[in-house]
């Protein structure tokens, strides 16, 4: 049997999509990124963000500089931060270092993907086709799973009827 080499982001996104019983996770290299999620929009809606987990396993610091989705014109990288009793948004211009040994978590409140210029709403339950990229690992595509639009991290689903799907081996409270 011969064995093909495939970019780390395609063959991860292929062995996500074999197996609904899967967790939703995808390898890049060194990199594993943890349960892409967003929240669904309200009609209308002309941005929404980005949520995920990187964990880096390498010996090298990697750098998250973007990502995007097939649903919005463009996105960025933003953090939030408390000044004065009020929350501030900002771009990362430079990106998000992901240390090496580490895990750095994109969460509401906190480090995000901004989506912006949305051409079509976001809908619980559905997958949406988008990109992260990097500065060592290059482009990876992943899917974002759609949560409701309240959801303050993914919700457990099961698209057999198991609960334990997306939650499985790893924590999203980090």
């Known amino acids: 049997m011969r064995l093909h080499a495939f970019p780390a982001g395609l063959l991860a996104l292929g062995l996500a999509a074999t197996s609904p019983a899967q967790a939703h996770d995808y390898k890049a290299g060194p990199l594993t990124i943890g349960h892409p999620w967003s929240r669904a929009t309200p009609g209308g809606a002309r941005?929404?963000?980005?949520?995920?987990?990187?964990t880096n396993t390498g010996t090298e610091p990697d750098r998250l500089t973007g990502g995007a989705i097939?649903?919005?014109?463009?996105?960025?990288?933003?953090?939030?931060?408390m000044k004065g009793g009020v929350?501030?948004?900002?771009?990362?211009?430079?990106?998000?270092?992901?240390p090496q040994g580490q895990t750095v978590t994109l969460a509401p409140?906190?480090?995000?993907?901004?989506f912006l210029d949305l051409t079509t709403p976001l809908k619980k339950g559905e997958r949406v086709k988008g990109t992260l990229r990097f500065e060592r690992a290059g482009t990876v595509p992943v899917e974002f799973a759609v949560e409701s639009l309240a959801a303050k991290a993914p919700e457990t689903r099961s698209e057999k009827g198991s609960d334990a799907h997306?939650?499985?081996?790893?924590?999203h409270g980090h």
């Open 166 to 171: 997306d939650r499985a081996g790893h924590d």
């Open 47 to 54: 941005v929404a963000a980005g949520y995920l987990t990187v």
């Open 70 to 81: 097939e649903a919005a014109g463009r996105g960025e990288l933003h953090t939030m931060s």
């Open 109 to 114: 409140s906190g480090h995000h993907l901004m």
């Open 87 to 98: 929350m501030k948004m900002a771009p990362l211009a430079d990106g998000l270092a992901i």
